[in-house]
């Protein structure tokens, strides 16, 4: 079992930058494929960006495609966001997930089997 915890979120300007971070417990993280999601008032919650065991791949919304990066640190059990060039749509309450299956690259929340519990990111224009 894995158990996921987010921080790094934050109040900033349309423009700027935050990067997210995901501590997953459990020695078998480096065995799940990752990802990121994100929930916004009002709507439902929808894939930002996964990256899998290997490294190799990664995939991302198109709406954030360019300005956001997802990276991993299997040796510190970590995963993160790197958000640039923020938007005020881009305010939502931010989520990390693992999937079981660590070669998966999944866009939607069936594939992610634990969950963090989210921050929130507010970008003011």
Known sequence: QVQLVESGGGLVQAGGSLRLSCAASGRTFSS????????????????????????????????????????????????????NSLKPEDTAVYYCAADQTPLRLGVTRREYVYWGQGTQVTVSS
């Open 32 to 83: 799940y494929a990752m990802g990121w999601f994100r929930q916004a008032p009002g709507k439902e919650r929808e894939f930002v960006a996964a990256l899998n065991w290997s490294l190799r791949r990664s995939n991302y919304a198109d709406s954030v495609k360019g300005r956001f990066t997802i990276s991993r640190d299997n040796a510190k059990n970590t995963v993160y966001l790197q958000m």
